[in-house]
């Protein structure tokens, strides 16, 4: 698997008993250690090829509208050096990269010229067409638009370290290791080219500083017991609400998969199976 390196906390990021709780228990919440991962990881998953495009049709509906998601924190924040952290965030989203993250780009075995420029959205856009996202099972979109509404709802009715919380640590926070198990999946049992899945290598990179940005922003806003607690409330929220994601799309492949058995053998690459 590609070599990612992870980036070094810096010395002003926060070390608070509360936050390095909170981190490890995201880290190691079910959101990161699930069943689909984990056959999405080991390629089981594929048996029915069309999971993969399931997949890239149903995150589309997640991962295309991070920008409102990042919005709608930056809504919920006062300080403007808070917002202008986000506000960072936020342009790299729509492709904007700086020398330090070229550098590490390089450094990962990425040609930034690849995605300097190119938004986030656009990058995913490149494995949902690689994967024939555009032939996803409906049951499998509507469980990406469910799980995108209901965060969205989240963020934007939530106090602002609880949004910090879903965001920074009960999302960001996990990126890193739930896209490396996409990762295992797709450069071990698919054909894909490194072009196409660079969605999830760059996110491997760009998340572990924006998770910090994000932890520095939380360390300020959970100063107080109040603070801690929604900081906690919203991080578990958003863990909830992935882990029903993967939920979600497991059972519907379980079902695809019963469903393709009790019709006979599959052919699978010219083969039956
Ligand atoms: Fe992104």
């Known amino acids: 698997m590609t070599a ?35 056959d999405f990881q080991t390629g089981s998953l594929f048996a029915d090829p069309s999971a993969i495009s399931d997949f890239a049709g149903s995150y589309a509906r997640y991962s295309t509208s991070f ?16 917002r202008e952290l986000l506000g ?13 993250m070229r550098e590490e780009l390089r450094e990962a075995g990425i040609d930034p010229v690849k995605v300097d420029g190119v938004s986030h959205p656009k990058l995913f856009r490149r ?17 990406g638009e469910q799980w995108r509404d209901a965060f969205l709802e989240l963020l934007r009715t939530a106090s602002a370290p609880a949004a910090v ?43 572990d500083q924006h998770q910090l940005d994000l932890l520095s922003i939380a360390a300020d806003l959970s100063a107080d017991e109040e603070g801690k607690r929604e900081l906690t409330r919203g991080a578990l929220a958003a863990l909830d609400l992935r882990a029903r994601y ?3 799309m497991h059972e519907l492949a379980v079902e695809k998969r019963c469903a393709l058995l009790s019709a006979g053998p599959v052919l ?3 083969a039956t199976a």
């Open 4 to 38: 990612i390196p992870r980036v070094q906390p810096s010395a002003t990021a926060p070390t608070s008993s509360t936050l390095a709780g909170l981190q490890l228990a995201a880290t190691s919440h079910r959101a990161v250690h699930h069943r689909w991962l984990n």
């Open 67 to 82: 920008p409102a998601f990042l919005r709608a924190v930056i809504d919920s924040l006062e300080s403007p050096e808070h």
């Open 88 to 100: 960072h965030n936020l342009r790299e989203e729509g492709g904007e990269l700086d020398d330090e």
């Open 127 to 143: 494995f949902h067409d690689a994967v024939n996202g555009q032939s996803a099972d409906p049951r499998a979109l509507r469980i």
């Open 165 to 207: 919380g879903a965001l920074g640590i009960g999302t960001e926070g996990i990126v890193r290791d739930v896209y490396q198990q996409i990762l295992g999946g797709l450069e071990n049992h698919t054909t894909l080219e490194a072009d196409d899945y660079i969605f999830f290598t760059l996110h491997c990179l760009v998340d």
């Open 246 to 248: 993967w939920d979600r």
């Open 268 to 270: 699978v690459h010219g």
